[in-house]
């Protein structure tokens, strides 16, 4: 049995897909493309396909990951081209790696975000954004199944910062007043911290509050970095499984040399 993992993205007015209505798309894609996929025992059989961390409705990202379990081998890149074109655009498949390691899910330990704030000048983003780094502890709260339930945001956010805004016009901007950019690294913790209570928490701690709901982008997730503060790519040991080893790069390039090169 094969296992490929691909990284996927939701752009546009796919971001407003619901994880379960992109479960169904996708199946739906397996079927079309013909991929033969392994299935799970029992009397409902399902295909193998696991996901991992799911950006929530309604933010977009760049960086969403899955595997799929196959019952025979396939090329990961041509796997990869038929099954983007079987979803519509905004959900494309950009990468496929052959599984090669373990734990994909482990490696996923934190996110990178931008978030754009229409309506809110830069100085006054930077402000709140020095006011929240400087703050010991940023209660917020979210209401779920069990009710509202209150948490510290400020612990999760390795990094937030206020970038440059684009010069380049963005087709999906309400309007051409001011606009902030601000760049998030937030770790993978519990309870989730998530975009929106970032901002839940900017509205705390400097009463920043935009005009218009900020539109969110995961950028990309993977192993935290503590040291050099980055967010690496999750499928890089897959990738380098399948390199030689230096020893291995070393003896293949002796055994090219012909006998008796270099003798005088």
Request: charged residues 25%; hydrophobic residues 40%; neutral net charge.
């Amino acid at each position: 049995m094969q296992r490929i993992r691909l990284r996927y993205t939701k752009r546009g007015r796919l971001r407003f897909t619901s994880h379960r209505d992109f479960q169904r798309a996708f199946e739906r894609a397996l079927r079309r493309a013909e991929v033969p996929m392994a299935y799970s025992a029992g009397f409902t059989p399902h295909p193998k396909v696991s996901y991992a961390n799911a950006a929530p409705t309604g933010t977009g990202s760049e960086a969403e990951f899955l595997e799929i379990a196959l019952a025979e081998a396939r090329d990961p890149e041509k796997l990869r081209a038929l099954l983007d074109e079987s979803l519509p655009a905004g959900l494309d498949i950009i990468d496929a790696v052959e599984a090669r390691t373990s734990g994909l899910a482990d490696r996923l330990t934190a996110s990178v975000w931008e978030l754009r704030l229409d309506g809110v000048g830069a100085e006054e983003a930077g402000r709140a954004v020095s006011a929240f780094l400087a703050a010991e502890s940023v209660e917020v709260s979210r209401r779920g199944k069990n009710g509202l339930r209150t948490f510290d945001a400020r612990p999760a956010v390795a990094a937030l910062e206020t970038l440059p805004e684009p010069t380049r016009p963005q087709a999906d901007r309400p309007g051409d007043g001011p606009c902030a950019i601000l760049r998030l690294v937030v770790r993978h913790v519990t309870p989730a911290v998530r975009p929106d209570d970032v901002l839940s928490g900017l509205r705390a701690v400097a009463d920043l509050a935009p005009p218009v709901p900020a539109a969110v982008t995961r950028l990309a997730q993977g192993l935290f970095d503590e040291e050099s503060g980055t967010v690496t790519d999750p499928l890089a040991p897959d990738r380098e499984a399948v390199r030689p080893a230096p020893s291995e790069a070393a003896g293949t390039a002796a055994a090219k040399v012909p006998e008796g090169a270099g003798s005088a």
